[in-house]
């Protein structure tokens, strides 16, 4: 009843004497303060979209094309096309004060169609992608239509400071490749992993595919990528993701690590309070859409949709298909700690609490005594659970009462923070420590992370920090945008001492516990928990830490990073499993509006045959070089193909999932999208803020992040190239195979990294470079 009286802000009755008002001013300030935050935001979007529907013109420059209007009109010259007498006679009489009217519309006329015009030919220039395809060979010279493209473009993208949405409207549509370029495409990628009658067959099934069915699915993808935005997008969000019915933990969210290798502070509430008001400020920027969107090479956009939901956002579980809500406001952060749950206010007396006022929050939740109500401590199971079992579970229990208002309490959220019990701890000599770290931001307990939000704060008891990320909404680099952001003024958020800097103004709200009557469905809970330990047990990871070489070697050798991994990854999996199999590497197609992700497949003719060189002891050094330089450039090639659009399996997705609508049935569609991921591999990125200055702050990065093996008989690996010299791996697998194995697929890692960097420092030795002359510079 407490809880109940409390949250009465207005109440009132009739009596003898007349009408006997109630209302608490500190509740209804709330609630007006709440009220003029909302109005601030409808403007501010209002302005914003304004300014991103004219832009790369100002909106300013309005106002200097009237004055010119003004001018002409009253120093007796006619407008362009005589606009301003045009639109004169059409005004109810020819005073000073109409003429003044008539030279604005004209004005406004002329300004609309410079804009779209701007906006427009920046549109066309975007759809180019020949800069891609440019060789970056030092010596090689770069196109003339290239160097005119860039110049053109280079001058519109910089003429106004952009919004975050302010090329939305600019960036082109994912283009439709045709049926014949996929299937040339699949039919070459599976080659080294079909033997001469498979691929005959194979072969046999793609040009049925192509002749006849085919045309008629292409059909209806051309009409969808005329009429839609993205025509991949909305479907692989609604299949992939929200119909999938598997657990998300392990399954679908994926975790990021701390900077291992730097220790803020090891106090857990000043670590969480400064993290809680950085992820905060991050949140303003995307509401104000001052942050600046991601530019290729400072000129060339990304799309900037996947920001819109990342905070107030949760995955709501359905008996068939799942869907995502997002909130427009959220004035609150849900606290988990030792199982109880709280509501804690971001929000008081009109304005953002401080990082200080904010370690006084957790600080009272670190220090109270509360225990938590029967099944509370594992209720966060339920999100670990089958869907649609939560789903159902959801719907009997959850829809009325105490527990439908907390529940909705902790969706409408702007994020989750978990005070977790335990450190999370790092030491070089103990390798073991960081796979922990790993696991416990990987899925924790099982009930300590709450798997639908769109993403969960973790704060260990050493004040090191993580997340566990929901996928659906976003991908890995909007979160590692996020992150990046964070370490980048997280280094100056602490005193000596080690606590947030500053002094609180005033003593901020005590969060407040969430109330649960969860005895009704103690039965469910308890399954859910049992499901989770039993899904967490099966899964190992292993998170290796490579200091011998990294991307400067690389960039020595002349070959890309990511492609001098992926080859690595290629000789590793091999010698793993004595077979080469469908690997998995995520690209990008942001260069696109609502583009998300295409994959890149490593395992090519050419990789497979420098695997097999690298495996013959009679093959040369030389010719094992060349053949490492042939495999790199056919998947720079794949990499530039996906990001471009032209990739293979978006594609094939959006054909399968039409025939199942229209109640086709295909061979080569169902074998396709039937074959297994054995290696699914992902690059996580780094650099996409000015804010962390890696040459004064080295240690000021990531460790990166991971995610679960998507086949049971293969591995999960994602990677991040740390800087020079540091490479860090996080590779999953299953325990219950028996040819899967976290440690011995690491050392194969280790041992083929080693192998590729012997094998180019003999190359280098047997060919050095020619010395330059000192005196005129000249080969000697």
């Known amino acids: 009843m407490a809880e109940a009286h409390a949250a009465v802000a207005f109440s009132f009755a009739i009596t003898h004497e007349g009408f006997d008002i109630n209302y608490d001013h500190e509740v ?28 790369p013109a100002h909106i300013q420059s309005l106002w200097l094309i009237s004055a010119i209007a003004l001018g002409l ?15 004169l006679v059409h005004l109810p009489s020819n ?29 066309l220039l975007l759809m180019y992608k020949g800069w891609m395809y440019e060789s970056r060979a030092p010596g090689s010279r770069v196109s003339l239509p290239t160097v005119l493209w860039v110049a053109v473009v280079r001058v519109l993208s910089s003429w106004n400071k952009p919004g975050l949405y302010s090329f939305q409207g ?44 085919g045309k008629k699915l292409q059909w209806y993808l051309i009409l969808k990528s005329w009429w839609s935005t993205n025509y991949v997008s909305d479907w692989w969000e609604e299949y992939v993701y929200l119909r999938g019915r598997s657990p998300l933990c392990v399954n679908s969210n994926f975790y990021g690590t701390d900077a291992i290798f730097m220790n803020l502070t090891d106090k857990q509430a000043a670590r969480a309070a ?13 509401e104000h859409q001052e942050l600046q969107p991601i530019m290729v090479q400072g000129m060339i956009p990304l799309c900037s949709w996947q920001y819109e939901r990342t905070f107030n956002t949760a995955r709501v579980p359905g008996l068939e298909t799942d869907r995502i809500i997002h909130y427009r406001d959220s004035n609150h952060i849900v606290v988990l700690h030792k199982g109880c749950y709280y509501k804690m206010l971001i929000y008081y007396k009109g304005r953002i609490l401080r990082p200080c006022e904010l370690q006084v929050q957790i600080e009272e939740i670190l220090k109270g005594k509360a225990t938590p109500v029967e099944g509370e401590e594992h209720l966060a199971a339920l999100t670990a659970w089958n869907r649609s079992k939560w789903a159902e579970a959801r719907n009997t229990f959850f829809s009325w009462g105490v527990n ?37 931001l990987l899925h924790g307990n099982g009930y300590n992370r709450w798997f639908d939000k769109c993403f969960t704060v973790c704060v260990g008891t050493n004040g090191r920090v993580g997340f566990n990320a929901e996928h659906t909404w976003a991908d890995a680099p909007v979160l590692g945008h996020l992150w990046e952001y964070i370490f980048g003024d997280d280094i100056y958020g602490y005193d000596e001492s080690g606590n947030t800097k500053g002094t609180p103004e005033f003593q901020p709200p005590t969060p407040t516990r969430l109330p649960w009557d969860l005895k009704p469905c103690m039965a469910q809970i308890e399954e859910a928990t049992i499901d989770v330990t039993k899904l967490i047990n099966e899964v190992n990871l292993r998170i290796l830490v ?76 030389d010719e094992r070089v060349k053949m490492l330089r042939a495999a790199c450039d056919r998947h720079q090639l794949g990499y530039q193909d996906a990001m471009c659009g032209r990739g293979i399996d978006r594609h094939l997705f959006c054909l399968y999932v039409v025939s199942k609508y229209l109640e086709v049935d295909s061979p080569f569609l169902n074998e396709v999208l039937s074959e297994p991921w054995r290696l699914s591999t992902s690059q996580t990125p780094h650099g996409q803020t000015p804010k962390m200055d890696l040459k004064k702050h080295p240690n000021c990065i990531s460790a990166g992040g991971g995610f679960g093996p998507v086949a049971d008989d293969g591995y999960g690996v994602s990677y991040i190239i740390a800087g020079e010299n540091l490479i860090f791996f996080h590779i999953s697998a ?12 690491a050392q194969n890692i280790s041992q083929a990294l080693s192998d590729i960097r012997s094998m180019f420092e003999q190359h280098m030795k047997d060919h050095p470079k020619p010395a330059k002359s000192l005196t005129n510079g000249k080969s000697t």
């Open 546 to 621: 490579h200091q011998d070489y990294g991307k400067g070697f690389m960039k020595k050798c002349r070959i890309s990073p990511d492609a001098f991994i992926q080859m690595a990854l290629q000789l590793a999996y091999y010698r793993d499993a004595g077979r080469f199999s469908l690997t998995y590497e995520a690209s990008m197609t942001r260069l696109f509006r609502e583009g998300r992700t295409e994959t890149v497949r490593p395992c090519t003719i050419e990789s497979s045959a420098w695997v097999k060189a690298m495996q013959n002891p009679d093959t040369t050094n």
């Open 274 to 286: 400064n993290v809680i008001s950085l992820l905060l400020n991050f949140r303003r920027l995307i």
């Open 404 to 440: 439908q208002t907390s529940l909705r309490t902790i969706e409408s959220a702007a994020f989750v923070l978990s005070l977790d019990d335990e450190p999370f701890e790092f030491d070089l000599a103990r390798p073991e420590l960081l796979d922990n770290f790993g696991k416990k």
């Open 734 to 745: 299953k325990t219950t195979c028996q040819q899967t194995d976290v440690h011995r697929f």
């Open 95 to 123: 005073t000073v004060n109409w003429q003044m009217t008539a030279c604005f519309l004209a004005a406004l006329v002329v300004w609309l169609s410079i804009c779209f015009t701007m906006r427009y030919t920046l549109k």
């Open 28 to 55: 209804l300030n709330l609630v007006w303060n709440s009220g003029v935050r909302s109005w601030k935001k409808r403007l501010g979007r209002a302005r914003n979209g304004v300014r991103n529907g004219v832009y």
């Open 73 to 87: 009109h009253f120093a007796g010259y006619q407008a362009p096309f005589n606009l301003t007498n045009r639109i």
């Open 170 to 213: 600019s960036l082109p549509r994912l283009p439709l490749p045709s049926v014949k370029d996929t299937m040339t495409r699949y039919l070459r990628s599976v080659r080294p992993l079909l033997d001469d009658e498979n691929y005959t067959r194979m072969e046999r099934l793609a040009n049925e595919f192509e002749q006849t069915i």
